[in-house]
């Protein structure tokens, strides 16, 4: 029975030290391929990376990177620190990145044409004398009738009545705008007060249209406060007011100066009448 099992033994060592030479047999047949390409793959790497050592570290600044160099460098930077599909380590860098960039100068743009603006048809602006502006637009001179016609003093139907500081305050008023002008040029200036003051788009007082907003500049730049009027002022309001004298048409209501008046709206928008000392007149 000992014999027996003894053989039985001897048989399982046999067959064990068979299996385990046929396996050490068959492994390293069956490995080799994946294990040689393993290896090699590592010393490919190795050479990679020693290339790139050199690349970056030996070789001269002076020594330009070859297309081959360049790969190696890619291949080698991007496995190491960029393991991702489709990551590129060499791209062309902006032209702006060169401390020797010099950007482009621009173009110069080209100026802009002036544009001539007319000024709006505007009630509430200044008329009388208008204060001096820089002249910014070309002038055009005012329309003037070949034979003006001539200026005349004809009775109005009805004089105007006013209180005694209405008296003052005009008289002030006619003295600053057109005190260093002819007897006639004074008469010009109160007809255009009184026709106002009868007009339906004016106020219907004196006091209310000589101190009307944005109307004469004597009121705007209180220049009126330090007048005294002198007696040919006093008797032009007094025969313009009381005695019902017009030297201008009815619907004349707008004067400037003449210096000014190429340039004002007045002058550009309204029809022109005559021109007496350095006034010109208007209609409405």
């Known amino acids: 029975m000992s014999n027996i099992m003894k053989n039985k033994r001897k048989n399982y060592h046999a067959y064990a030290v068979l299996a385990g030479i046929g396996v050490s047999f068959c492994l390293p047949a069956l490995m080799e391929p994946a294990h040689a390409s393993t290896t090699i793959a590592k010393q490919d790497k190795k050479v990679n990376e020693k290339e790139a050592e050199r690349l970056l570290y030996q070789a001269p600044e002076a020594t330009p990177l070859t297309v081959e160099g360049e790969k190696t460098l890619n291949e080698h930077y991007v496995e190491k620190y960029m393991p991702v599909e489709g990551c590129s380590l060499v791209e062309e860098l902006p032209k702006t990145s060169d401390i020797h960039y010099t950007p482009p100068k621009p173009k110069p743009k080209p100026k802009p044409k002036p544009v001539k603006v007319k000024p709006a048809n505007v009630k509430s602006v200044q008329t009388g004398t208008l204060l ?124 400037c100066t003449t210096e000014i008046a190429p340039r004002s709206w007045i002058g550009q928008t309204r029809p022109f009448i005559t021109a007496i000392g350095n006034h010109s007149f208007y209609l409405k």
């Open 132 to 255: 001096k502006e820089k002249d910014t637009t070309k002038q055009v001179k005012p329309k003037v009738e070949a034979n003006p016609a001539p200026v005349t003093s004809t009775p109005s139907a009805t004089a105007l009545s006013m209180t005694a500081e209405e008296r003052l305050w005009l008289e002030r008023l006619v003295e600053a705008e057109s005190g260093g002008e002819p007897y006639e040029g004074r008469l010009a200036v109160a007809t255009i007060i009184a026709n106002r003051v009868e007009m339906p788009e004016f106020p219907g007082t004196v006091m209310e249209v000589i101190t009307a907003p944005k109307q004469f500049s004597p009121f705007i730049d209180g220049s009126v406060h330090n007048k005294v009027p002198s007696p040919e002022t006093k008797r032009a309001v007094a025969e313009v007011f009381d005695k019902g004298i017009r030297t201008l048409p009815a619907d004349a209501a707008y004067f």
